[in-house]
């Protein structure tokens, strides 16, 4: 599944995630590496990390 934003500026930002019911590790760690592409690690670390 591709999840797209267009910002303001027409720039498009694209996350490619699997439609599946549980992901590995590796592929977590992934998508994590595509996002900080967009966000900072400040803004992701509460969604892929727990205390």
């Excluded at 490619?16 to 803004?43: F, S």
């Amino acid at each position: 599944m591709k999840l797209r934003r267009i910002l303001s500026d027409g720039t498009k930002q694209t996350l490619t995630v699997p439609n599946h019911r549980e992901l590995d590790r590796g592929t977590l760690l992934a998508i994590h590496r595509q996002a900080l592409r967009y966000l900072r690690a400040e803004e992701l670390a509460p969604h892929f990390f727990s205390n």
